[in-house]
């Protein structure tokens, strides 16, 4: 590991506080036990000891979380070694602990220290208590018992490690993807049922990075490893890069969640095509904790012609949420609606109410995953105006989808 601790590296990703929590609380307890003054769990950077957990009441500017010392000044090489018992009771009884300056410095008159090692038998640190005065009621039993703990903190380190060493995996794969520009766009058509023409296209990612997987998955990775903006921005930034080249009627929809809709990386991408071309795609599925930051970033180019959609309608309460809120041209009903709508009635009500709803809010709707004729006459027979999906065409390449546009294949 580098110099971040743990701890400050779960906050920072915001995975909770639990871990560190829980080891400072051992820490607390093992210390009030032996009636130590000071202790704490150090971590092996180099040539120093780095203090990762800190107990030291009333002694906190002498020793804090993040401070070092070079193991050439402590005693974890020595008990490590073996030249130095990691059981002292009264270091005065211990001449290569006298020996060391730090002993006096402190001074150091009692003190116990156990390894904390992996599973791979490397030594992480060391779990040390400590205080100024002899105390000859300290025994063996008291060692055991802060190797137990000793143990308890090693499985928590780990889980710890490992999480981490997934992290920076993610982290390092998405990075990839973005700096050798492993991204790339294809196209979905939207179709107007009543012309049986498109209208627009969908721009969706693909990854050709290794492990192959969903592109949703990929996005997943990045949010979670604080790439997601990146990700989402290189992602929008090629697909409207291919807006000239569509006839000028067309429409393109790209895909945003909430932190991009309010980033000024998104707000300069936007300035530079016009809006009324756009269409911008909230994709994200959790709640929105202010409705009104999104409103207001988007709302100068919404005044220009710039649409927002929200996708998956039907499914969840966030969407309807998005859809209350945000007032979105577009309503996209999600493609577990769709499916076999011709044949559930409990679909096509919903799928009716929705209807109803955007027309009385001025929205329009987009049937997602329209796969069979029967799927399309019945949503046609609803009212649906703009239909996507498998029968009507699937993601496809920039040349195969501008060709769609010279020559449209009009649904059924």
Sequence with gaps: ???????????????????PGMMHRMIEVVRRHLGMEVAYISEF???????????????????????????DDVYCRHILAGR??????????EPNAMALPITTALPIGKHMSVPIRLRDGSAYGMFCCLGPHPDPSLRQRDLQMMKAFA??????????????????????????????????????????????????????????????????EWFADAAETGLGLELEITAIRLALAALPAFPPEVYLTVNASPAT???PELNAILAGHPSRRIVVELTEHEMVE????????????????????????????????HILHLRPDLIKLDMNLTRNIDLDPSRRALAAALIRFARETNSRII??????????????QLGVEKV??????????????????EHPRAPA
């Design 261 to 263: 809709l309010l980033s």
């Design 367 to 380: 049937a997602e995953g329209v796969e069979t004729e029967a799927e399309l006459q019945t949503l046609r």
């Design 45 to 71: 950077v180099g040539n120093n000891s780095v203090f990762r957990e800190v107990d030291a009441p009333g002694l906190e500017h002498m020793i804090k979380v993040g401070d070092s010392i070079s193991l």
């Design 84 to 93: 130095i018992p990691e059981f002292m009771p009264d270091t005065s009884a």
């Design 388 to 405: 996507q999906g498998y029968l009507l065409g699937r993601p496809m390449p920039l040349a195969a989808a501008l060709e769609l546009f």
């Design 1 to 19: 590991m580098d110099d971040t601790s743990l701890h400050d590296w779960l906050v920072s990703i915001g995975t909770g506080t639990r871990q």
């Design 151 to 216: 143990e308890l903190a090693a499985f928590e380190i780990e889980q710890a490690l490992a999480l981490r060493r997934s992290f920076e995996t993610k982290r390092d794969r998405v990075r990839t993807v973005i700096d050798d520009g492993q991204i790339s766009i294809v196209y979905q058509p939207i179709w107007n049922v009543a012309t049986g023409r498109p209208l627009g296209v969908e721009c969706l990612s693909r990854i050709s990075a290794t492990p192959s997987r969903p592109p949703n």
């Design 290 to 321: 202010n409705y009104e930051e999104i409103i207001g970033a988007l709302q100068e180019f919404r005044t220009r012609g710039l649409r927002l959609a929200v996708d998956d309608a039907g499914t969840g309460y966030s969407s309807l949420q």
